[in-house]
T-cell receptor, first 110, second 111 residues
Framework: QKEVEQDPGPLSVPEGAIVSLNCTYSNSAFQYFMWYRQYSRKGPELLMYTYSSGNKEDGRFTAQVDKSSKYISLFIRDSQPSDSATYLCAMKVAGNQFYFGTGTSLTVIP | GVTQSPTHLIKTRGQQVTLRCSSQSGHNTVSWYQQALGQGPQFIFQYYREEENGRGNFPPRFSGLQFPNDSSELNVNALELDDSALYLC????????????FGPGTRLLVL
């Protein structure tokens, strides 16, 4: 079983839709949870990070962590064509080890 | 921002390669990742103040250095075909790395 599981998609939505991206994990020692966006042939770009259960909002993005279920989500409101990218979840344990999901490919159709 | 060189590289099996990274100004922590096509990044190791302070599940032929100016190198010896990937460098401040910023990567092809 992988440490972090992420549905690779692809996911295709119309412009303006609410997008929900999800990851599950198996290691209860994960302390920090991050979401990255990666455009084709570019390095990942940090969108949000959090270390506690609950919601964290930043503009059109909301990150949600449920440690009891070992489940994290990223919601994108009012999705735009420029949001078309691969979204990666990532997690960190003490001792500075990072684990990434495989990424979900998102296309927002104008 | 974070810069990496070279952008592309072709090597043959058994050779050695050195990849370079310059951290974002003010960042003293650098991490290296390997990203195979269609996969998420795999954590190789992290350096903080010139010391390795975290390592993923990679063999010892993957080694690194961090210099006083916070630039960094990734060295891979005895290259294998499976080492073909995008190698990403990420910098952050403070030795932990939750808010790390990635460079564009070096694409390595091993023939």
């Amino acid at each position: 079983q992988k440490e972090v599981e992420q549905d690779p998609g692809p996911l295709s939505v119309p412009e303006g839709a609410i997008v929900s991206l999800n990851c599950t994990y198996s290691n209860s020692a994960f302390q920090y949870f991050m979401w990255y966006r990666q455009y084709s042939r570019k390095g990942p770009e940090l969108l949000m990070y959090t270390y506690s259960s609950g919601n964290k909002e930043d503009g059109r993005f909301t990150a949600q962590v449920d440690k009891s279920s070992k489940y994290i989500s990223l919601f994108i409101r009012d999705s735009q064509p420029s949001d078309s990218a691969t979204y990666l979840c990532a997690m960190k344990v003490a001792g500075n080890q990072f684990y990434f999901g495989t990424g979900t490919s998102l296309t927002v159709i104008p | 921002g974070v810069t990496q060189s070279p952008t592309h590289l072709i090597k043959t099996r058994g050779q050695q390669v050195t990849l370079r990274c310059s951290s974002q100004s003010g960042h003293n922590t650098v991490s290296w990742y390997q990203q195979a096509l269609g996969q998420g990044p795999q954590f190789i190791f992290q350096y903080y103040r010139e010391e390795e302070n975290g390592r993923g599940n990679f063999p010892p032929r993957f080694s690194g250095l961090q210099f006083p100016n916070d630039s960094s190198e990734l060295n891979v010896n005895a290259l294998e075909l499976d080492d073909s990937a995008l190698y990403l460098c990420a910098s952050s401040a403070g030795g932990t790395g939750e808010t790390q910023y990635f460079g564009p990567g070096t694409r390595l092809l091993v023939l």
